[in-house]
């Protein structure tokens, strides 16, 4: 009978090293796709009008379709900032609802392309510093606006170099009179130059 007692109890301490194996087994089966899935929507996020990702926090783009809208949430973002009009070019005027709808945070700061403020970038700059940790894409119609803002905020906020944020907001564009304007002033509001030994401000010619 003790051997009977004995062998029940091996075979049951083996069934459960193997249900345990399987439970671990199905975990790291779940975890592995769930991983994969968020690495595909990563890679999808490249297909953004001009996605720029600055951090595991932070990113900056054009006009997402509503499609994308979804990659964007799949891709681990909590927030999404919009600072261009909501009844211009590529918008799409239903966005806050669509965001809310998946379940990521949005905020949208209507900003002039052709009379930005130091209030606009305030507002934003506010908002990004009340949930440092939340990832964030912040854009606009084509990421003019938004790389501006974003060379920015992190040349403010996160201490990034000037030549490596103009670096990369130039890789989009190369901000007008106006926006220089606008770039000098928020950066001496904040006591910070915005020459560098490798930075051309030229203002292109205009078209």
């Known amino acids: 009978m003790k051997k009977s ?3 029940f109890g091996t075979c049951t301490m ?4 193997s249900l ?3 439970a671990l087994t199905g975990l790291m089966a779940t975890l592995g796709s769930v991983a994969g899935a968020q690495e595909t929507a990563a890679n999808k996020m490249s297909e953004i009008l001009n996605f720029r990702e600055y951090s595991p926090t932070f990113a900056s783009a054009g006009q997402p379709t509503r499609e994308q809208l979804q990659i964007i949430k799949d891709s681990g973002y909590e927030r999404v900032i919009y600072i261009a009009f909501s009844t211009v070019g590529p918008a799409i005027p239903e966005e806050d609802q669509l965001i ?3 379940g990521m945070d949005y905020l949208h700061i209507p900003v002039d392309f052709n009379n930005p403020t130091i209030r606009d970038f305030n507002t934003f700059a506010d908002a990004m510093q009340r949930d440092t940790d939340r990832k964030t894409l912040l854009h606009c119609q084509v990421n003019a606006r938004a790389t501006a803002f974003s060379f920015l905020y992190r040349v403010i906020y996160e201490d990034v170099p000037v030549a490596a944020a103009k670096g990369d ?3 989009v564009w190369t901000p ?7 770039i000098f002033a928020v950066l001496a509001e904040h006591h910070k ?3 560098c030994e490798e930075c051309d401000w030229s203002v292109p010619e205009p078209r």
């Open 176 to 182: 007008n009179q106006v926006w220089r304007d606008f």
């Open 5 to 7: 007692w004995l062998h």
């Open 14 to 17: 083996a069934a459960r090293k």
């Open 100 to 102: 809310k709808a998946l």
């Open 169 to 171: 907001m130039n890789s």
């Open 193 to 195: 130059s915005p020459e």
């Open 20 to 22: 345990a194996t399987l």
